[in-house]
């Protein structure tokens, strides 16, 4: 497929392949053999497909599975921010088939549609490249015992494919990316957060040392972290785990 013109940012190149276990793990090969920015690839179906906190990622035909690479530079802003420019990205993209108005961040970057979850993001750091891979239930929900969630189908966005999908997601993803290492976090922080959970949501977030904390959300912290109000007046950092609303 030819490069896809994008006027902010590098190339925006989507390669496609019918079946793989991981596209993170292909993102990260690829990282290694010196892949630039503005590659993505997508897969049609993922035989072992990573979800954050180390579960697997369910790989139906018919949903997106799609994973870039970002290559660090010294001057860029902390990385984990970048969670907040897939989540803004991916929203744009969702919204534009869906509507804005029927989806809703849920931090760091699940979209939802309602109390369930429609994708899931995964970020990972290989030397100087960070991958990130997504993951949108298109055309099929995938039953889960401890979540609920829904498909682009359900919202009736009958028409929407995962290619359709990720041209606009990787389009929208160059152009946030290009603000974020020029304008720094502010400006993708204020984006995140108009479509977001509103301050004083009650969330809570189990953290990967199995600790439970529930609270309201106050605010994100410079570094993209979650901010929760536990009832005791006290703010605590998440920086990650798993947020339920609640
Ligand atoms: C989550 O647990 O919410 C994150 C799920 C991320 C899944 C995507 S699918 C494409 C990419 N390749 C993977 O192995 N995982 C991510």
Not at 93 to 116: C, H, L, Q, T, Y
Not at 157 to 166: E, F, G, I, K, S
């Amino acid at each position: 497929m030819p490069p896809l013109s994008d006027p902010s940012g590098p190339a925006i190149e989507i390669r496609f392949v019918a079946e793989t276990g991981s596209t993170n793990a292909d993102m990260q090969a690829l990282a290694l053999e010196g892949a630039s920015e503005g590659l993505w690839l997508r897969a049609g179906r993922q035989s072992a497909g990573r979800g954050r906190m180390g579960r697997q990622w369910e790989g139906e035909e018919g949903n997106l599975y799609a994973s870039t690479l970002i290559r660090l530079c010294p001057a860029d802003p902390p990385a984990p921010t970048l969670a907040l420019v897939a989540a803004v990205a991916v929203h744009r993209g969702i919204a534009e088939f869906v509507g804005s108005d029927a989806i809703r961040i849920k931090w760091p970057n699940d979209i939802m549609a309602g109390n369930a979850k429609l994708c899931g993001m995964l970020l990972e750091r290989t030397g100087d490249a960070v991958i990130l891979g997504i993951g949108v239930n298109v055309a099929q929900a995938p039953a889960l015992a401890d979540r609920q969630t829904a498909s682009l189908r359900d919202l009736g966005a009958a028409h929407c494919d995962a290619q359709a999908l990720l041209e606009r997601v990787a389009a929208h993803f160059a152009g946030l990316l290009d603000q974020w290492r020029h304008f720094g976090v502010e400006p993708v922080a204020r984006a995140w957060q108009e479509h977001a959970h509103a301050p004083g949501t009650p969330l809570a977030a189990l953290l990967p040392n199995g600790q439970h904390i529930e609270g309201r959300f106050e605010r994100l912290d410079h570094d993209g972290a979650l901010v929760l109000r536990l009832a005791d007046g006290t703010s605590h950092a998440i920086h990650a785990g798993d947020v339920f609303l609640i």
